[in-house]
């Protein structure tokens, strides 16, 4: 498999940086889902306000990934109205565990793949299903994203990995 070797930037919490870069990507979060909810059920099917968090940590560390993970979908919300507020807990929960699951990923193995992509995507769904089941009770609820999101996982798979290498070109 065509894996490439990472450099990760990891700015601190102190360096106005961060914020810089996590604000262009909480922006890619608010625009991706509005063009997607263009298309009948295409927020649920692409999973749109992951994207640009997975990108975020796994290029520029957990903490430009947690800033984008916890405003992306808040954002969303204040402006559209979306996600609805009774999928917020969720969305975000798994927001979170994508920035930590991306950013450890690509700290401690400085490397991206798309198996690695695959790994990183797998574990925050299977966490956040875990979380929304025992949040709903239903486990039909919460296999949602694994019943009707998987062109969104394939599109977080490959589209990350070719943004990633896209950017470990500048």
């Known amino acids: 498999m065509n894996t490439v070797t990472a450099k990760i930037h990891n700015p601190g919490y102190s360096q106005a940086r961060t914020y810089g870069i996590a604000a262009l ?3 890619g979060n608010i625009l991706l889902p509005q063009l997607c909810h263009l298309i009948p059920q295409g927020g649920a099917t692409l999973l749109p306000i992951y994207f640009f968090t997975l990108v975020a940590a796994y290029k520029y560390g957990w903490r430009v990934g947690l800033l984008t993970a916890v405003a992306s979908p808040l954002v969303n919300y204040a402006l559209f109205g979306m996600p ?5 807990p969720a969305i975000l929960f798994k927001s979170v565990v ?10 401690r193995t400085r490397r991206v793949s798309l198996w690695l992509m695959a790994a990183v995507v797998l574990a925050y769904q299977t966490a956040g299903t875990a979380f929304e089941w025992a949040l709903s009770g239903s486990l039909r609820e919460a296999l949602q994203d694994f019943r009707l999101g998987v062109p969104g996982m394939l599109l977080q798979i490959a589209g990350g990995w070719a943004v990633i290498r896209f950017l470990l070109k500048k």
């Open 84 to 88: 609805g507020a009774a999928a917020l």
């Open 25 to 27: 990507f909480v922006l």
């Open 98 to 107: 994508l920035a930590g699951a991306a950013g450890y990923t690509a700290s």
